[in-house]
């Protein structure tokens, strides 16, 4: 068997595999410039292999490998032989073995699913110990003669402190974890996950996995990773880069609607009626309740000779092209080719050939008569006439029968603009544009979109991410019990159908490997005051400190628990309520403290998905008093912390929320 020396001159082997991978990359796009036949092929094979010496010259800089199997004789395929397994494959000296394999590779698979009691055909799995980019030590676990116990390396990777972006999880990844990420592409899943699961890692490595398994596929019709904030994304930001992946499209629905800028914002009445699926219909109306019947007959001067098609006809055609529900753009041009289709047996009646530029000539004809019973339109036209409200009895409002009265109301301007350029456009506004835009034109497909905090989604958020994974899968994370929004779901199966993929498989994540069990404990009893119905959480760790501290200030509580945690490794957050933060950044900058670096104050609103090493929770009772759900959002704040829990306090803590004894 190996000694640490032995895996030392290794790792030497596998840096100089990368800079052979390097240099031969940065060969390659010198030679590719002369081999490819035709111009087009050559920009393309440029293109590739320049792609590909940019990755591997931004790889970040990291251990080669973390595991290794042995496999023993118990194994048809690889008897005999040992692998080392790492974030990206590394191949060996002149066309030899690899001398890392990637962990998405069939035969890494073994490294996450053995066990002792089914060794998959391993003898032996190691686990290597890292100290930045120095082998430190390892771990073996001989599965062939049934042993296997609790890893220290293990527990060690998992509780290592909280210092910048977030990490993979590629070392420590669990079974039920590891079936998810390698779930089969057209398969969509829901991971419902409790606080501190890994659901997000889960989501972004499955990204990584579908991209090794199906790379020709994906690459054509892109994978998007939708996240909740830009704050979200800047901490997940290094996650895909270290695994190997950078074409990857990472943002936030909010950016990826956005067609017009956002410059009002809606009160919680009007945003909650925007936001609800019943406006797809409203708005269905007010697009196509611009299509009129035709009542006088069309003619297309040609020369000297007008060609006519009469209404009857015309009315056919443009009930039978209704009919057939199509996109509102491609309706009409379906009736203008119609309408040039019946000319043109007209006219080929009459001994005419119609050629490729006389059909031109009389679709532009047509044109006039055309904007007359199907115009084109824009969606803020659209979205203008509706939130201006009726415009007169003669006009039908597209939200009767719809909406009641206050939420017709709810939904007007109050001072409708005096045209479209003028008009200002809230966040809501943004999803109800892109619903009109969708009618009039299909959006851009994806292959595979992965929905972060799913569960904050409004029903017209979910009808956008459907358009656009259409054709595609899902991978949708999130936690019904850290709902936020008013319209947060209540139900994974409804989120589901609204997201155009009934049939998607639910899974829970119930065992927490970040947040310690102190800390899943006291946010544990929040759970019977949350609308739903979700598993309690189950922590792996039984390290952690939870603390609740009552003081009589609570500036001076909360800068006496930052000094403290100033201490210790790692990344510390101060969570407040929102009107709150203020006050408690200047009372932290007055006492010398910086906030900045390891040290932040976040807003209770903007700290979904974020970790902290140590987190100080300042007045529970002034979050959950915040919003409509303001003990979701109290949920999220305390399970924020992967290490220690400060909870100070100068009010009486909400009801809702019992845990141990208050220190002094």
Known sequence: MDTLDDERRYVERCRAGLR??????????????????????????????????????????????????????????????AYHIGRRHITGEHGGPPVVIDWRAPVSRAFYRAGARDPQGVAVRRRFGWSGVTLTGFEDERLGLGEEGDSKILAAEIERPRVGPMRDIVATIQPEQDDLVRAELDTSICVQGAPGTGKTAVGLHRAAYLLYAHRHRLERSGVLVLGPNPAFLGYISAVLPALGEMNVEQ?????????????????????????????????????????????????????????????NELRRIVDDTRRESLPYGVGRE???????????RQAEARGATASAAWLRMIGRGVTAWLDGVWPAVKPAEVLHEVLRGPSGDDVPDPARGLLTGAERAALTWARPPRGVKSARWSAADLVLLDEIAGLIERPRGYGHVIVDEAQDLSPMECRAVARRVEHGSLTVLGDLAQGTTPWAATSWPERLGLLGKPDGEIVALTTGFRVPAAVVELANTLLAALDARVPETRSYRSDGRLRVTRVGALEEGVVAAVREALSFEGSIGVIAADAGVEALTSALWNEGLDVAGRLSVTPASMCKGLEYDHVVVAEPAAIAEAERRGLNRLYVALTRAVSRLDVVHARPLPPQLSGPAEAA
Do not use: Q
Request: charged residues 30%; hydrophobic residues 40%; without cysteine.
């Open 20 to 81: 052979r991978m390097l240099e031969g990359a940065r060969n390659n796009v010198i030679v590719g410039e002369t081999v490819a036949g035709d111009r087009y092929s050559a920009e393309r094979l440029g293109r590739h292999l320049k792609s590909l010496a940019k990755e591997l010259s931004e790889e970040p800089e990291g251990p080669p490998f973390f595991g290794r199997l042995d496999f023993g004789a118990g194994s048809a395929e690889h008897a005999g032989r």
């Open 251 to 311: 943002t936030t629905l909010e950016r990826l609607l956005s067609t017009v800028p956002v410059t009002a914002a809606d009160g919680e009445a009007a945003a909650v009626v925007k936001h609800d699926e019943r406006m797809a219909e409203v708005l269905r109306r007010a697009l196509y309740g611009r299509v009129r019947k035709p009542v006088e007959p069309v003619a297309v001067p040609d020369g000297a000779y007008r060609w006519r098609v009469y209404e």
């Open 334 to 344: 379906r009736v203008r080719a119609r309408v040039v289709e019946a000319i043109r």
